[in-house]
């Protein structure tokens, strides 16, 4: 199945707690805006923090973390995300 929900990366460990605050904040909102147009699934819409080797989190001098919130490539989810912007 496709992915959905949402996850967060870092790269240095001092920012992992930040990433992790991030995604389980943004997993709450997503799932309320969107979490009865998503399939029914046992998987969580919080995906979790990952480590992941990307410039924007990577060459900074303070903590950093990217975002990924919504997976285009997932049909329901897709058609939830366009529904609610162009109505």
Known sequence: SAPFGVE???FYNYSQPLA???TSKLAAA???IYGGALPNTSYSINRGAKY???AVSRVT???AVLMEIGFISNESECTAI???ICG
Request: charged share 15%.
């Open 52 to 54: 992941g080797e990307y």
């Open 82 to 84: 366009v529904k609610d």
């Open 30 to 32: 997503y799932s309320s």
């Open 8 to 10: 967060g990366y870092y």
């Open 61 to 63: 001098n303070c903590p």
């Open 20 to 22: 992790a605050n991030i």
